[in-house]
C-alpha cells in the first residue's frame, strides 16, 4: 500500500507539473495574441489616416477641375457671343452688297436704251437686238456662214422669255407668218443643244412643239408653223429661210 500511495503522489506532483507548464504556455499564447492585436489596431489607424488624406487630396482636385471647367467655359461663352457678332455683321455687310448689287441692276436697266433696228429689222426686246429674216432657202450651215458673212451671226433666243417672243411674232407678225420653217442658231453637238457662237444651252423648258425634238438625226433648230410655230428639231442639211441678228 505505501508503494502504491508513493505512485500516487508521484503522479499527482507531475499532473500539477504539466498543469503548470499548460498554464505557463496559455499566458505566453495570451500575451503573444495581445501584441498582435495591438499591432493590428495600429496599422488599421494608420489607413485610416491614409484613407481620409487621400480623400481630402481627391475631393481638392476635384474641386479645382471644377474651377478650371467654369473659368473654360466663361471663355467659350465669350468666344460665342463674339463669333455671333462677327456673323451678324458679316450678314449686314453682304445684305447691304446685295442691296447696292440690286439697286445697280435697276438702273442698268432702266438707262438702257431700246436700240433703234433698221427698216427690215425687228428688234428683240428681250435681247435688245435687231433680228431680220432672210427669204432665201438654205442649209443650215450656210444660212450660218451667209448671217456672218455680213457681219451678224444666225439669230439665238437664249431666254424662255426671248423665244415665246419669237415664236409670237412668227404667229402674229405679217411679214413672218408664212408656212415654213424657219431656221435659228442652235444646234446639238454631243448630244447637248447649245445656241451657236453661245456657252448657254437651250433652255429645260424651251418652247418644243408637240412630240418634238423627234428623229435622233435632226441636229438644228427651227420653228415649225404646223405646231403653232413651236420650236422643232429638223436635219441640218434641209433648206429653210433663216433669222439673223444683228451684232451690238
Ligand atoms: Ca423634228
Redesign the pocket.
Known amino acids: 500500500m505505501a508503494e502504491v500511495e508513493l505512485a500516487l503522489n508521484d503522479l499527482e506532483t507531475q499532473q500539477r507539473r504539466q498543469e503548470a507548464r499548460i498554464m505557463t504556455s496559455i499566458d505566453s499564447l495570451n500575451n503573444t495574441v495581445k501584441a498582435n492585436m495591438a499591432e493590428v489596431e495600429l496599422m488599421v489607424t494608420d489607413l485610416e489616416t491614409q484613407q481620409s488624406q487621400q480623400v481630402t487630396r481627391i475631393m481638392t482636385s476635384v474641386s479645382s477641375l471644377n474651377n478650371t471647367v467654369k473659368v473654360n467655359m466663361a471663355e467659350v461663352e465669350l468666344a460665342l457671343t463674339e463669333l455671333e457678332t462677327q456673323q451678324s455683321r458679316q450678314e449686314a455687310r453682304i445684305m447691304t452688297s446685295v442691296n447696292s448689287l440690286s439697286n445697280t441692276v435697276e438702273q442698268h436697266h432702266a438707262q438702257e436704251v431700246p436700240i433703234s433696228c433698221p427698216n427690215s429689222y425687228v428688234r428683240n426686246p428681250y435681247s435688245n437686238t435687231c433680228i431680220g429674216l432672210i427669204s432665201q432657202s438654205k442649209s443650215w450651215e450656210d444660212a450660218k456662214n451667209y448671217c456672218e458673212n455680213r457681219g451678224e451671226y444666225l439669230a439665238t433666243f437664249e431666254t424662255l422669255e426671248s423665244i415665246f417672243w419669237f415664236v409670237n411674232l412668227r404667229k402674229t407678225h405679217s411679214g413672218w407668218s408664212f408656212d415654213s420653217e424657219v431656221w435659228m442658231g442652235a444646234q446639238k453637238i454631243n448630244d447637248v443643244w447649245k445656241w451657236q457662237g453661245k456657252s448657254t444651252g437651250l433652255a429645260d423648258t424651251l418652247y418644243w412643239a408637240t412630240e418634238?425634238?423627234?428623229?435622233s438625226d435632226?441636229y438644228c433648230l427651227t420653228t415649225f408653223p404646223s405646231r403653232g410655230y413651236q420650236i422643232?428639231?429638223?436635219k441640218c442639211t434641209n433648206d429653210h429661210r433663216f433669222v439673223c441678228e444683228k451684232l451690238d
Not at 418634238?212 to 428623229?215: C, K, R, S, V
Open positions: 418634238e425634238p423627234n428623229d435632226e422643232n428639231n429638223s
